[in-house]
């Protein structure tokens, strides 16, 4: 087996930061929603405000505290009229807000997650050139990296709205034949899907689920799953299982600051 290779996210986020950078632009404004600004959702926000100020993006934080799912669709309602080109509404809500609701009251133009509805709609009508930024940074990692998808057994690991969706949205656009796993699939399809994969795409949230002996020699992973185990932040693959693999994404500084960088990216399309 050739050498495991590492793909450095925080190297790759800077050379598409850069490259915005470079192309002479109107000005933009991003603005980032937090109705449940928890520590965590801070540290991401102040991540994705430093890669606007490279940009020279003026960036907008707002914090609300609705108490029901009406309060906050008429936030998002009025922010749509405000002078914005980009709104962030920061995942997860509180308990008893529909994240559905809220999400699609998003003017799908000012959408730069792809998260309502509409927008996903137009995404895979090809009638926006937007991807979702997660997805988009996976694809970004593995054309780079000239990983071979025709032809391969693709496994997505999860379906959540951030990750496994957005995923296979983008697959199901253009064409790739990949499988899920998710809560329905049994143990033992989970465990002949992941040792029969070439590619593991995995956005579970579960520290360290994926062990070596689930997973074949030359696999490539794409660990897009965080969580936290033992203080400190974790991916879905046990560290042990890099060694297996051709190629594969680190927790932290994988997949995290590319999908910041395709964020922006969205905001200047």
Known sequence: MERTKQINGVELADTILLGLKSVKKEPKRMTFVMFDPSPAILSYIARKERAGKLLGVDTVRI????????????????????????????????????????????????????????????????????????AGAVWEMLTREKVALEGSRIVVLGRGRLVGEPVGML???????????????????TIELLASADIIISGIGVPHFILPEMVREGVVIIDAGTSESNGKLAGDMHPDTAKKALLYTPVPGGVGPVTVAMLYKNLFI
């Open 63 to 134: 914090e609300r505290t609705p108490r029901t799912t009406e309060e906050a669709v008429s936030i998002i309602e009025d922010l749509n009229a405000t002078d914005t080109n980009g709104i962030v509404i920061q995942l997860p809500l509180p308990e008893g807000i529909d994240t559905g609701a809220v999400l699609d009251a998003l003017e799908p133009d000012l959408d730069v997650d792809i998260l309502g509805s509409e927008a996903k709609r137009k995404f895979m009508a090809r009638e926006i050139h937007r991807l979702p930024p997660v």
């Open 171 to 189: 697959f199901e656009r253009e064409k790739v034949p990949f499988e899920y796993i998710d809560i329905h699939t049994s143990k033992e399809k």
